[in-house]
Each structure stands twice: as C-alpha cells, then as structure tokens.
C-alpha cells in the first residue's frame, strides 16, 4: 500500500476499485490493403458499437442530467449515422485501398478543417462533434478502451490527470463514489462540482496517475486530503470508522437544518448556497440553505453542443425562483472562459485565459448572446425573489454598459407587454483586486457586493487557482485579503448596501470568525457546508469577534491570523 497527499477537495471518505480516465493513444499506420470489403466491415462494425455506446451515454446523461445536457450526444449520433461523412470513408478504403483507420481519419479531417474555416457558428460546432465522435470510432478500430465517464455501471473511483467541469457533470454519484486527481486546488471548478454533487475528492496529488493502476483498490480521504492505494485490511475497517463518524457528524448537524443563523448574541446573517444547475437546489434544502447566493448560469452552457435558447434558459431560472419560495436567488450571468470553456464558440486558445476574455468582458463584446441571457432572466423574473449580478467586473464603465443593457431589455419586454419584476437588485461580483480597492465608488452604484474570494485571492496573490504548485501561495487568511474584504463590506455599509461572499473562503471554518466580525451580511457556500457553518456560527459571538478586527487587518501573515484565529475560537 502507500499513501499519497493532495488537497482535500470534498469532504466524506470513499473505498473503491480504480477506474482511470485518460485519453488512449490513438496513434496508427496507414497501410494498403488487399480486401476492401473486409476493411469496410470492419469499420461499419466500429461505428455500430459507437453508435451503441452513445445511446447508452445519452440515456445515461438524460437520467442523471437532464435532456438539455443529453443533447450533445443526440448530435453525436447524427455525425455517426450521416451519409455525407460515412460514404467518402467507404469510397476512400475502396477507390486508395487504405486501412480504415487511415480512411477515417483523413476524411473526418478534411471536414473538421473545412467546418472550422467557415464563417458561421452552427458548422464550427459540428467540427467539434465530428472530432469528438472520430476519437470514439478509431477507438474502437484500434481495439483500445475508451474510457468515458458517463458510461461507468459499477463502483469506483476516478482516476485523473485533471477533471473539466463538463466531465465533472457526468459523473454519476451511483458509482462514481469518489475521484482524485492530478492537477487541481479547492477552489477549481470540478472540485467544487464535487462538493455540489456530495462526492469526495482529493485534487492536486500530482502523481495519482502514475500510483494506482486500473482495478488497484483505493481510499479517497476528503476529509484529510489522502489517497491510500491498496490499503491492508486494517486500514480499510479504519477508513469504514472514518466514514460511518462522518456519516453521524453530518446527523448531528443536520439538527439546525430548519434553524436560522444566529451568533450566540443574538445576530442573524445569511447561510445561501452556490449552485450550478436547478437540480442542485434539492440539495440546498436538504441542508437547511437561506436562499442561493450564486447560481453559475455557465453550466447551462456547457456539455452542449449549441448556445441554450432564450426558453431553455427563462426555463431554469423559473424553476429555481419556484422551488426557492421567497427566499433570494442570486443569480450570475454568464462566467466563461478560464478553466470553463465552450467549444462551440471556437475563441481563439490564450496565453493567460484567467486573464483574458472571459465573463462580463466576452458578454459585452457579445451583446447578442448576452441579450438573450438578460431577457431570460428578466422573464423569470415575477417567479421569485431575483437578484443579478455580473461577474468579473474591473470598471465602472463595465458595470454601467452591463446594466444598460439590461434596463434595455427591460424596456423591450415591457414594451411587448411582458411583465417584469421592478424590484430586481443589480449586483456585482467583487474578484479583481482594483474593484475591491475603489469599492467605496463602485458602492453608490450597485445594489449589493457577493465577494468572489476563488478569483479575488488567485489575482492578488498572483497564485493560479489551479495549480497545486504555487497552492501555498493561496491564501486566504492573507492580511491583503482580509483588508480587501473590509474594505468591501465597509464601502457597502456606508453606503446602506449588503456585502456578501460567494468564494469557498465564506465556508471556511477558520474565515467565518473573522467574517462575522467584519460584518459580513451573507455567506455563500457549497451547500454540504451550510449546516457545519451554521453550528459554528451558533457559538460565536459576533460583537467579540468585532473587537479584533484591527488586530487582524494590521498582521503580517496569514499564519499569524491563522494562529490567532484558532486560539480565540478553539480550534
Ligand atoms: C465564486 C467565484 O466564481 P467562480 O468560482 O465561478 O470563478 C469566485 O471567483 O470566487
Ligand atoms: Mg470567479
């Protein structure tokens, strides 16, 4: 057995056989054959079993997921089953003599290019159905496994170089039971997809891969950031221990469920939580949240294989205000680019994609995609209690472009005699260090902050989120950070405003000390960390906490706070 040590990314314990996900090597020789006929049943035979593996994942994808993200493999089966594409590979094995494998891949080729080149969005996507579906069926020519996510039908725990967001949303929490992987920090977006769906996971271990062989039994501590590979029997009745104590941590906890959020004297803030599609709500009350502090709305476009309709999206947005009540819905427009890509909308690859075109940037350049968005919401806007805000924002000018259009959108539906909600409060996101200094101007303006400490500490610390190898500079309890966050929540109370946090940093347990005391008004968290909060929160007094504030602003290092922190709450 050995152990290996990664950053704990959600919490719970799981024990299963390995299951490795990794893109095989699909390299081949072209070569002359002498029978034709045998090359091309030989290739009507792979697209049949593909076709077969589709339907099954599209199957899959619709129960776990919903038909909006079952759609991509609908497309994928178009590509597999259309003559346009399947014939020219059936001429070339016949009229070149070629192996199918050749055939196929120069054919799938020649349309991936001409699809790119074209001026139009709907064909570029196709390029990238036919490249994913090409991969699949040379698979299957060369007789190698292709792993896939979606199609997982036991117990097991992935195994990663990395996890993207959309591989993340098809995993299937009836067996995938855990996952761990290579690259990653806590606050990149498939570890926080795996505190959504209650799975563990142990992220940035580096050399995962290159540990565990398939089938090897492995161990998954979430709790402590371990993997144990092959462990002995002692360890597993020890990890089973773990498991069954968590498992009655979370009984205990589950006691504040219908609660409100109260310090012990007497203060009341807001435990929302962080949600990525309308099926994530089930588990915001199933934890006892207040109301959602931030619904990524990206999600909504991602595993797609097109943009989702103006219907599809004002769908989603009303199901989450309906099942929400009264409660508030904060809801954020679209965030893509960074680690969430679309690779229907073919953006050029970018040396600093943290740094580049993404979120409200890429929607103001692309007003039309962003318009449909903001009628979307604006329509579900009478089903609830709607907040919106806009993430990334760096300028006045951004904030100010952002909501004119949507006051214009406003008019326009009005003007077509939709009714829309009048009392919507416009927010932004605070996650770029300049924002946060000059929030005291940006305060007069908006109608609330939701600090977004994922992106705000990874640009101040200059520390990529996502790399394990700059982790230690990620610092949360940083004095900058702390003094960015004052800042914030001061700016928004002088000027009569709520501030709160959507970053992992707002269900840390060591953070929520010094964010009761700095007055922070929501706190916004996956939503397995709601009740946690929340039976901490019961025993702290908010108005002690208040008196070290300028202690804590005035320290060096974040091991200082750190270390006061757990002396003055016991921890
Ligand atoms: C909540 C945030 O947004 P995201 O994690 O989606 O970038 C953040 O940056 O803190
Ligand atoms: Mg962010």
Not at 289 to 298: C, D, F, I, S
Not at 507 to 515: F, M, T, Y
Request: net charge negative; hydrophobic share 40%; with cysteine.
């Amino acid at each position: 057995m050995s152990t290996i040590t990664g950053i704990a990314a959600s919490s719970g314990v799981a024990i299963a056989k390995a299951y490795k996900l990794a893109t095989p090597d699909l390299s081949f020789e072209k070569k002359k054959v002498d029978d034709a006929e045998a090359e091309v049943k030989r290739l009507n035979e792979a697209l049949e079993v593909s076709k077969k593996e589709l339907e099954i994942i599209k199957e899959n994808a619709r129960k776990t997921l919903g038909d909006e993200h079952a759609e991509i493999f609908s497309a994928h089966l178009l590509v597999l089953g259309d003559p346009e594409l399947v014939n020219p590979i059936q001429d070339k094995i016949k009229t070149d003599l070629v192996n199918a494998e050749s055939a196929l891949d120069e054919t799938a080729n020649m349309f991936i290019d001409m699809f790119k080149a074209m001026d139009n969005e709907y064909m570029r996507e196709r390029a990238a159905d036919i490249q994913d579906v090409t991969k699949r069926v040379m698979a299957h020519l060369l007789n190698v496994s292709f792993p896939d996510p979606a199609l997982i039908d036991e117990e097991v725990v992935v195994i990663a170089e990395d996890l993207t967001p959309s591989d993340t949303a098809q995993l299937n929490k009836q067996f995938v039971k855990g996952f761990t992987t290579n690259i990653g920090g806590r606050t990149s977006h498939s570890a926080i997809m795996a505190r959504s769906l209650e799975i563990p996971a142990v992220v940035g271990t580096k050399t995962i891969t290159e540990d565990v062989k398939e089938n090897d039994i492995v161990i998954v501590d979430g709790i402590d950031g371990q993997v144990i590979v092959n462990p002995s029997n002692e360890e597993i009745t020890q990890y089973e221990q773990k498991q069954a104590d968590f498992e009655k941590q979370k009984e205990i906890w589950a006691q504040l469920k219908d609660e409100p959020t109260v310090s012990s004297d007497g203060s009341h803030v807001e435990l929302v939580a962080n949600i990525g599609t309308p099926d994530d709500v089930a588990g915001i009350i199933n934890n006892g949240g207040e109301g959602v502090g931030l619904y990524r709305t990206e999600f909504l476009y991602m595993g797609k294989s097109e943009l989702p309709t103006e219907d599809e999206q004002f769908e989603a947005y009303k199901s989450v205000l309906e099942q929400m009540g009264d409660k508030p819905v904060v809801v954020r427009t679209l965030d893509i680019g960074g680690d969430k890509e679309l690779s229907y909308l073919d953006l050029p690859k970018e040396m600093n994609p943290f740094l580049g075109f993404r979120a409200i940037r890429l929607c103001l350049e692309r007003d039309d995609i962003f318009r449909v968005q903001l009628r979307a919401l604006l329509r579900a806007s009478t089903y609830g209690n709607l907040k919106i805000m806009f993430p990334m924002i760096a300028t006045l000018d951004e904030f100010r472009e952002a909501k004119g259009l949507l006051l214009e959108e406003k008019e326009n539906l009005q003007n077509d005699g939709v009714t829309v909600s009048d009392d919507i409060e416009v927010g932004i996101m605070v996650e770029i260090p300049s924002t946060a200094v000059i929030a005291r101007q940006f305060a007069k303006e908006v109608d609330f902050f939701s600090i977004g400490t994922n992106d705000l500490i990874q640009y101040t610390m200059a520390a990529d989120r996502m790399n394990e190898r700059v982790s230690y500079l990620y610092q949360p309890y940083h004095p900058a950070i702390l003094n960015l966050v004052n800042n914030v929540i001061e700016a928004a109370h002088a000027e009569g405003k709520w501030a709160g946090m959507c970053g992992e940093m707002a269900g840390d347990s060591i953070a929520i000390p010094i964010l009761l005391g700095l007055g922070l008004d929501e706190f916004s968290m996956s939503a397995t960390s709601i009740l946690p909060a929340r039976t901490q929160i019961k025993d702290l007094s908010k108005e002690e906490l208040a008196t070290y504030k300028e202690q804590l602003l005035s320290m060096s290092t974040a091991s200082e706070v750190e270390a006061f922190v757990r002396e003055k709450t016991n921890q």
